[in-house]
């Protein structure tokens, strides 16, 4: 989702790739000689399984599945990668046996996922492992160790301080370094810039800790945050966002009247459930804000009783008493979102973007949170990066978290994310998992640590190599 922070010359990331080419090319040239047509030249057997290799390889690279920060393969992995099998499967049948083309890619899919978790394991024991060189004061090293565990990257690279730069440099050694990391208040001599110009003319990337840590958290940090640096950075000043915008403006109300024909025996079946199990209207209208503040008409299934808020608007709970027995699946598979289609489909929303807040609480977060107006910069969403990485809050804390992945995606919003969005939601809604907290749970604040407390961590977090 964002531009490659390591070392290009980091040869053994690009074995995943190969493999992957592999695996695709071996499993769906035995599937298709399978099951499908046996007596097929030897031309039309192989040229199949090459191209949906090339094309499944690109694909899942372009999404950011085959890279130093991906090696760990995670569990939704398995979904998004069957679903781009399938597409290309389906593709590249040019119409003949469309179906069991699609589900050799699917199965394809699957099966490179099991390839990419056993290489992981592989590279894990048996690989060479880079430096990454982090002259960071103990608290931020703490806090980007964290975030280097949590990825499960500490398996494949050693971590050195500026010492371990300098010894490398002065042996010529520079191609053993993947990655520098520092803050400008560790440029403490001239000597040692010195040692960082040489490391960056010969190729090393060189990036203040920040900018990595947004990448590998997928979230700004607000501790870090200023107005330059939202200006600058990300896609904002790219030229094709403003097109890409505008497509989407123009785009999603087609696909919301479409989705709303295909989905409709699902929701007469609902809407069915709804009038039978509980008293009051089906539709439940709140007043949300929308682009710039403008308040909008949101709809939903009701999924609550008819007097949840008689006593005004309160966050709701993870085991809310005033949710009806019908409303704990809608709300579980997010089927009480289908109505949001009306709101694509007049332009109050799109599909993928902030979520839209009440009015009610946006007044109280914001006072606690002055960024958190930065979220109406853009057209709020069905579901969005903060939704699908932390899932349901009911804090200011969870806010603020929320507001940090709402930020990164202002700032590297791109059909490539745009599509993680929908493939993880879509995961998501089969699998049940509506609320993901695993990120807030493990989420401590680094600045509440004291320097040993800092220190121990960073030990900690080193000895899980």
């Not at 003319?201 to 979230?219: D, E, K, N, W």
């Not at 958190?372 to 969403?381: A, E, Q, S, V």
């Not at 998992?433 to 004291?450: Q, R």
């Amino acid at each position: 989702m964002t531009p490659s922070i390591f070392n290009p010359g980091y040869s053994q990331f690009y074995s995943l790739k190969l493999v992957t080419f592999f695996a695709c090319f071996i499993t769906t040239y035995l599937l298709q000689y399978f099951s499908i047509d046996t007596n097929a030249s030897l031309f039309a057997l192989l040229w199949h399984p090459v191209a949906f290799g090339l094309i499944f390889t690109l694909t899942t690279s372009w999404f950011g599945q085959l890279g130093p920060i991906r090696i760990v393969p995670r569990k939704s992995d398995i979904f998004i990668n069957a679903c781009i099998g399938a597409c290309v499967g389906a593709a590249l049948s040019l119409q003949t046996n469309t179906i069991s083309y699609a589900l050799i890619g699917a199965t394809s899919g699957f099966l490179c996922f099991i390839v990419h978790k056993a290489l992981s394991e592989v590279l894990k024991n048996y690989g060479k492992r880079k430096l990454i060189i982090i002259d960071l004061e103990a608290k931020e090293r703490a806090s980007i160790l964290k975030e280097f565990s949590a990825q499960g990257l500490l398996f494949y690279f050693e971590i050195g301080d500026r010492k371990k730069l300098e010894q490398a440099i002065d042996n010529d050694k520079v191609s053993s370094i993947a990655l520098v990391l520092v803050d400008e208040n560790s440029l403490a001599s001239i000597t040692y810039d010195q040692y960082l110009f040489r490391a960056r003319l010969a190729g090393i990337p060189l990036f203040r800790y920040q900018h990595v840590l947004a990448m590998l958290s997928t979230r700004i940090d607000l501790r870090f945050i200023t107005a330059w640096s939202l200006l600058e950075g990300g896609n904002l000043g790219s030229k094709i966002t403003p097109y890409y915008q505008k497509c989407k403006s123009i785009v999603e109300p087609v696909i919301a009247l479409l989705l709303a024909v295909v989905l409709s025996p699902i929701t007469l079946l609902v809407m069915i459930m709804i009038k039978l199990t509980s008293k009051g209207p089906i539709l439940y209208s709140q007043k949300r804000l929308g682009t710039a503040g403008s308040p909008f008409i949101l709809y939903k299934f009701r999924s609550m009783t008819v007097d949840a808020e008689k006593d005004g608007a309160v966050w709701a709970t993870k085991h809310d008493s005033r949710v009806t027995n019908i409303g704990k699946i809608l709300r579980r598979t997010r089927l009480d979102e289908i109505p949001q289609l009306i709101n694509i489909f007049k332009g109050d929303m799109g599909f993928i973007g902030p979520r839209p807040e009440r009015p009610e609480f946006y007044e109280t977060i914001t006072e606690e949170v002055p960024l958190f107006p930065m979220r109406l910069l853009i057209k709020p969403g069905l579901t969005g990066w903060a939704q699908v990485t932390t899932g349901y809050t009911n804090t200011i804390e969870g806010a603020k978290r929320k507001l940090e992945h709402d930020l990164y995606y202002l700032l590297y919003a791109s059909i490539r994310l745009d599509l993680i969005i929908v493939l993880t939601t879509v995961f998501r809604c089969f699998s049940g998992d509506s609320e993901n907290t695993s990120l807030d749970a493990s989420a401590k604040n680094i600045n509440e640590l004291t320097r040993e407390q800092s220190e121990d961590l960073t030990k900690t977090l080193t000895a899980r190599r």
